[in-house]
């Protein structure tokens, strides 16, 4: 049976969760939460390990960005299932390159519907994502490519030129 990004973001997401509220490591609080199904899937287990690798890595300079963006909050404030939300998303947007954004914010947003920490987490994180997102298309942080990833200003422009629309451009 195929696993589904998805149930690796919730499970993300919970290992995130035992960590914040816990002393424990990342090895500590993904062990227990990773079925034999998630094991058993090659791409389930390094999308699984690619994302919490860069949750650990970036995780302070992700949080830059929620604390830019979430104007006179103190992180300890933000619930810790919405403040772990963005930070996963914020990773997906930065340093996975397969995702397209929107596809990141969609997924952050569902899943905060369905762990739901207060009445409007759903609303606040598609907020603070969609802040931090069109900051940082602005200031040119976002490369991706690929289907569903391309540029469309890059695309017209090539189009302009004479180029084939996909020209240069890896789909």
Same mark, same amino acid.
């Given at each position: 049976?195929?696993?589904?990004?998805?149930?690796?973001?919730?499970?993300?997401?919970?290992?995130?969760?035992?960590?914040?509220? =816990?002393?424990?490591? @990342? $090895?500590?609080?993904?062990?227990?939460?990773?079925?034999? *199904? /998630? !094991?058993?899937?090659?791409?389930?287990?390094?999308?699984?390990?690619?994302?919490?690798?860069?949750?650990?890595?970036?995780?302070?300079?992700?949080?830059?960005?929620?604390?830019?963006?979430?104007?006179?909050?103190?992180?300890? =404030?933000?619930?810790? @299932? $919405?403040?772990?939300?963005?930070?996963?998303?914020?990773? *997906? /947007? !930065?340093?996975?390159?397969?995702?397209?954004?929107?596809?990141?914010?969609?997924?952050?947003?569902?899943?905060?519907?369905?762990?739901?920490?207060?009445?409007?987490?759903?609303?606040?994180?598609?907020?603070?994502?969609?802040?931090?997102?069109?900051?940082?298309?602005?200031?040119?942080?976002?490369?991706?490519?690929?289907?569903? !990833?391309?540029?469309?200003?890059?695309?017209?422009?090539?189009?302009?030129?004479?180029?084939?629309?996909?020209?240069?451009?890896?789909?």
């Amino acid at each position: 049976m195929k696993t589904y990004r998805r149930q690796i973001r919730e499970k993300i997401l919970q290992a995130l969760y035992t960590i914040e509220i =816990r002393d424990t490591d @990342i $090895d500590s609080a993904a062990g227990w939460l990773l079925t034999e *199904e /998630i !094991l058993a899937d090659a791409n389930a287990m390094k999308f699984f390990n690619t994302l919490m690798k860069n949750i650990k890595e970036h995780k302070d300079e992700i949080d830059r960005y929620i604390v830019k963006h979430t104007f006179n909050w103190d992180m300890s =404030r933000i619930a810790i @299932i $919405d403040k772990n939300i963005i930070r996963m998303a914020l990773t *997906e /947007i !930065l340093y996975c390159e397969d995702i397209p954004p929107k596809v990141s914010i969609n997924e952050a947003i569902e899943i905060a519907k369905k762990f739901n920490s207060t009445d409007k987490s759903s609303k606040f994180v598609n907020g603070i994502l969609d802040a931090i997102f069109n900051d940082l298309k602005g200031e040119g942080k976002v490369h991706k490519n690929g289907r569903g !990833l391309i540029d469309q200003s890059v695309a017209k422009l090539q189009k302009a030129d004479g180029e084939s629309e996909n020209s240069g451009i890896d789909t």
